[in-house]
């Protein structure tokens, strides 16, 4: 027999199929063992977060929790663009028998937000940047709690090895808020110096749904994200003497005013799209019509060819505009789509919904609810896109408190999520729920 009983048993549990029922009480029965030590492990990273590619602590923390729990670990483990800079990857390798490999992914940095949240466990870090100016870091994406879960995680599939054959790859990554921690991983070689993945796993938390759920969705999750960089060249001069000049700042405002309406005439209208001038600089006197605007836009888009799609348009309308006020050919506008950008996250269908089913099974169906796609961007969505190219599926765990959250629903209001100061999971049950879905989900894919 694969399970060991955690309750009394009944002749209809075993019936009922393969493990749901008693080695789903054995699961919660272990995983409500370890939830003081995961809590107050959260509360500590919550209270020293790291910033993007300095994830010393945290990762250092992670390692030796690996380590303890005997799996293979590596750690500084990735190569960035940059030199000197160092990666904090970590990768932990369990080899159990035959069978798949499967990864599962957390991202481990925090964000330069001051945190206005009143938590007891709050955190008061400050650093300076490198103008010199302090900024506070908080886990304001809710990282720490992706950590905790992982750990937990790291400790149910350690325990539960009888009941599982093949490999059990968990990363954690640095850098995800500034999408440039899974490619310091890939680059340097982490699908060819371990174990190559069958399947690829990770999970976000978010304040839309109430801690206890999970959601998941097939396809597009997630949004790809562009940025966009436009120097619109004109011809300076005498701010009283514009027919002498050919005026920038008023061709980069319709330019600005003609890309809203890619989305609003061009994309079809049942597929988001997103196109946003962010900043939009130019000129330095009353007086004096300048030779240059900048204009630097995000574009979010949902797969390869819509991205391909706006930013041709882009292109076009910025090059029609300029030509429309006279600019010379030699003059047109300068495009630049910044190298680093982030592919939509698409979850494979097959794979979701082997998850899903794990998912209803570990946590009952009342509790896994169909997702939603997000405008927001990961750079999870880069494992899928390096050979062998595996499947990847990222699931969404609820982390708000749950009378808050009816509260807003009753409201109409929402409550701060990710990226706000405000933003706060319950770390009970998100982190119960969140260790028992992912247990589940990997046990499904590693199952005898
Ligand atoms: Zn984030
Ligand atoms: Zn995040």
Redesign the pocket.
Known sequence: MKYKLGLPLCGLAVLCGAMPLFAQSDLDQRVGKEMDSLVATYKHLHENPELSTQEKESSALIAAELRKLGYDVTDHFGQYDSPGLVSYGIVGVLRNGLGPTVYVRT?MDALPIIENTGLPYASHVKVKRPDGAEVGVMHA???DIHMSVFIGTARMLAQLKSQWSGTLILIGQPA??MVSGASAMLRAGLFTKFPKPDYVLAL?DGSDMPAGKVSWREGTLLAGADSVDITVRGVGGHGAAPQATKDPILIASEIVVALQTIVSREMDPQLPTVVTVGSFHAGTKHNIIPDEAHLQLTVRTMNPQQREKVLAAITRIANGIAAAAGVPAERAPVIEVAKDYVPATINNPELTRRVAAALERGLGKENVLPGKAAMASEDFSLYALQDPKPPICMFQLGAADPAKWQAAMQNGTHLPG?HSPEFAPVPEPTIRTGVKAMTSAVLELLKK
Request: glycine content about 12%.
């Open positions: 991202d994406c809710g990282h995800e808020e976000h990710p």
